[in-house]
């Protein structure tokens, strides 16, 4: 799939249909193999068939799991290699697949034909009640996202590296995004897992240099960006970051783009971009002056300074300020009573709220992302990236 190369609104459209395409049912479009024997394969077979007559479409986390275990039962083992970091649909399909590891043929014939009856039988009864439990989603490796009172939670998951950001955890947000827009929630939540929400970009993604040097990761670094933060300035449903603790580089600035920040007393406000070398992203070059004033805004982005929330909230990138201890408590019993709000009133409120800006913001996107491209090549930053990855330099 080529995503590399085009534009970055163009890629992630591209991707975002590719994604439901060829997860539409893959394993339908393979032969089954006729060499294994037994009832089962013949109850696979017809599992097979069953697929293509759902009434309800699965969503892609099933359809990955559909397409892992047929693999998995017809070819065995993954042992293809991986594809590449920005080939997202087939390595979301080859990680799906990967996943199963040693699993037996006759064990995946058989969860497929199980998983196949189980949606079966949830597409039959789809004109029922819809269960409402909590619901964790499969698939994802740096993400835990849950689905419950009509709130989809999206809680980065790499707590003992304070939940940095690293080219996985981006191309999954993306995504979990994508799914979240889609699916029967009224509002997304962003959370972290452990003591920080985020400690901003992963500074070991600096390390992967691929064939063409410095220059392509640069360059692939910059799409990637622009592709993650558009995800951002397009989706349609209110957008909450539940802010759990310290945030630091592009898990700060995207907070911009969402609708409720609220933030635990313990969080603080970091963008120490002139320390690393670099320069704002997620749209902060536009929001933040809008925000707090340009003043406020150059004391961050320029200067670096670290605001506690009480000093975020003041600035208006905080919408409001928990106690630690009761932090959870207050704000999902809030949540879960806005996210009874009728859905549609509130799309197209956000819609209107927010649409006139959008194409702004994805013009500013791609100037930041192509600034930043060249900034990850001067001495500046990778001097910074160096001190801290040999352990000379914190925050
Ligand atoms: C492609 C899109 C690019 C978008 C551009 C984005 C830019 C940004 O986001 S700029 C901000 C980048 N972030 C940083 O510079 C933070 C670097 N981290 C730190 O300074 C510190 O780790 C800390 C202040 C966040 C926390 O310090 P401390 O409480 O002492 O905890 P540790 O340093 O021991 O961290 C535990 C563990 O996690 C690793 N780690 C933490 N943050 C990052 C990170 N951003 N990148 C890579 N690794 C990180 C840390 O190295 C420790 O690992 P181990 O030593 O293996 O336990």
Same mark, same amino acid.
């Given at each position: 799939?080529?995503?590399?190369?085009?534009?970055?609104?163009?890629?992630?459209?591209?991707?975002?249909?590719?994604?439901?395409?060829?997860?539409?049912?893959?394993?339908?479009?393979?032969?089954?193999?006729?060499?294994?024997?037994?009832?089962?394969?013949?109850?696979?077979?017809?599992?097979?068939?069953?697929?293509?007559?759902?009434?309800?479409?699965?969503?892609?986390?099933?359809?990955? !799991?559909?397409?892992?275990?047929? #693999?998995?039962?017809? *070819?065995?083992?993954?042992?293809?290699?991986?594809?590449?970091?920005?080939?997202?649909?087939?390595?979301?399909?080859?990680?799906?697949?990967?996943?199963?590891?040693?699993?037996?043929?006759?064990?995946?014939?058989?969860?497929?034909?199980?998983?196949?009856?189980?949606?079966?039988?949830?597409?039959?009864?789809?004109?029922?009640?819809?269960?409402?439990?909590?619901?964790?989603?499969?698939?994802?490796?740096?993400?835990?996202?849950?689905? *419950?009172?009509?709130?989809? !939670?999206?809680?980065?998951?790499?707590?003992?590296?304070?939940?940095?950001?690293?080219?996985?955890?981006?191309?999954?947000?993306?995504?979990?995004?994508?799914?979240?827009?889609?699916?029967?929630?009224?509002?997304?939540?962003?959370?972290?897992?452990?003591?920080?929400?985020?400690?901003?970009?992963?500074?070991?993604?600096?390390?992967?240099?691929?064939?063409?040097?410095?220059?392509? !990761?640069?360059?692939?670094?910059?799409?990637?960006?622009?592709?993650?933060?558009?995800?951002?300035?397009?989706?349609?449903?209110?957008?909450?970051?539940?802010?759990?603790?310290?945030?630091?580089?592009?898990?700060?600035?995207?907070?911009?783009?969402?609708?409720?920040?609220?933030?635990?007393?313990?969080?603080?406000?970091?963008?120490?971009?002139?320390?690393?070398?670099?320069?704002?992203?997620?749209?902060?070059?536009?929001?933040?002056?809008?925000?707090?004033?340009?003043?406020?805004?150059?004391?961050?982005?320029?200067?670096?300074?670290?605001?506690?929330?009480?000093?975020?909230?003041?600035?208006?990138?905080?919408?409001?300020?928990?106690?630690?201890?009761?932090?959870?408590?207050?704000?999902?019993?809030?949540?879960?009573?806005?996210?009874?709000?009728?859905?549609?009133?509130?799309?197209?409120? #956000?819609?209107?709220?927010?649409?006139?800006?959008?194409?702004?913001?994805?013009?500013?996107?791609?100037? *930041?992302?192509?600034?930043?491209?060249?900034?990850?090549?001067?001495? *500046?930053?990778?001097?910074?990236?160096?001190?801290?990855?040999?352990?000379?330099?914190?925050?």
């Amino acid at each position: 799939m080529a995503v590399v190369g085009l534009s970055g609104r163009l890629a992630r459209c591209y991707c975002l249909r590719a994604v439901r395409s060829s997860l539409c049912v893959p394993a339908l479009q393979l032969h089954v193999s006729k060499t294994a024997m037994g009832a089962s394969q013949k109850d696979f077979e017809s599992a097979v068939n069953q697929v293509k007559l759902l009434k309800k479409d699965p969503g892609n986390e099933v359809k990955l !799991k559909l397409y892992a275990l047929y #693999k998995q039962a017809t *070819e065995g083992p993954c042992n293809t290699p991986k594809p590449g970091l920005f080939d997202l649909i087939n390595k979301a399909k080859w990680d799906a697949w990967n996943a199963l590891g040693n699993l037996p043929k006759e064990t995946a014939r058989q969860n497929y034909v199980d998983l196949v009856s189980g949606l079966r039988s949830s597409s039959d009864s789809s004109s029922q009640v819809k269960p409402e439990a909590d619901k964790k989603q499969a698939g994802y490796e740096t993400l835990v996202i849950t689905s *419950e009172d009509h709130i989809t !939670k999206i809680m980065l998951n790499r707590p003992a590296k304070k939940n940095a950001l690293n080219t996985q955890m981006y191309q999954e947000i993306m995504l979990a995004l994508e799914a979240a827009s889609k699916d029967d929630s009224t509002i997304t939540v962003f959370t972290g897992s452990g003591d920080y929400y985020s400690s901003g970009n992963d500074l070991t993604n600096f390390t992967d240099i691929p064939p063409g040097g410095v220059e392509e !990761k640069a360059k692939n670094g910059a799409i990637l960006l622009r592709d993650f933060v558009d995800c951002f300035i397009d989706f349609p449903k209110p957008l909450v970051a539940v802010v759990n603790g310290p945030a630091v580089g592009i898990s700060v600035t995207i907070l911009g783009l969402f609708d409720l920040v609220y933030a635990s007393d313990r969080a603080t406000f970091h963008t120490p971009f002139s320390h690393l070398g670099q320069t704002p992203e997620g749209c902060s070059s536009y929001t933040f002056p809008k925000i707090m004033g340009l003043a406020k805004a150059v004391e961050m982005l320029i200067f670096g300074k670290k605001l506690t929330a009480g000093e975020a909230y003041a600035q208006g990138l905080v919408t409001e300020v928990f106690p630690d201890s009761t932090f959870e408590k207050e704000v999902w019993t809030r949540l879960k009573a806005y996210s009874k709000l009728p859905r549609n009133a509130m799309r197209i409120s #956000k819609q209107i709220i927010r649409n006139h800006e959008k194409e702004k913001l994805h013009a500013i996107n791609a100037e *930041e992302s192509s600034i930043l491209q060249e900034r990850w090549l001067s001495d *500046e930053c990778v001097n910074a990236v160096m001190n801290f990855l040999s352990q000379k330099a914190k925050l």
